[in-house]
């Protein structure tokens, strides 16, 4: 069985910093790429950042660029998301998911489609 589990989330401060870890089993964790995404109250759920299967290439939204880092490590087939200088905005249901399908590059933070597997999302509070 097929399963992501998302920890690490919690109620922090602006300005504070977080690091998300996404557990993954059932499948062989480093023959796909991965996502974070998520999804704030009464928002569309959007994607965060990507991973390529080997951790060689990765990409960012624009709202999270050099203050988030996405990273893996396919030998604890665990995925991260270390956050820093977190603002309210940052405030949201953080989820991990598969990705399906060939990398892409940029659209991969837009398509869900492509992501066949989601984790149970861990919830992010940042106070101001």
């Known amino acids: 069985q097929v399963q992501l589990a998302e920890s690490g989330g919690g109620s922090v401060q602006a300005g504070e910093s977080l690091k998300l870890s996404c557990v993954v089993s059932g499948y062989s964790f480093r023959s796909f790429h991965m996502g974070w995404f998520r999804q704030a109250p009464g928002k569309e759920r959007e994607g965060v950042a990507v991973i390529s299967r080997g951790g060689g290439e990765k990409l960012y939204a624009d709202s999270v660029e050099a203050r988030f880092t996405i990273s893996r490590d396919n030998a604890k087939n665990t995925l991260y998301l270390q956050m820093t200088s977190l603002n309210d905005e940052d405030s949201a249901v953080y989820y991990c998911?598969?990705?399906?399908?060939?990398?892409?590059?940029?659209?991969?933070?837009?398509?869900?489609?492509?992501?066949?597997?989601w984790g149970q999302g861990t919830q992010v509070t940042v106070s101001s």
């Open positions: 998911a598969r990705y399906n399908g060939q990398w892409l590059g940029r659209p991969m933070l837009f398509e869900r489609s492509e992501y066949d597997t």
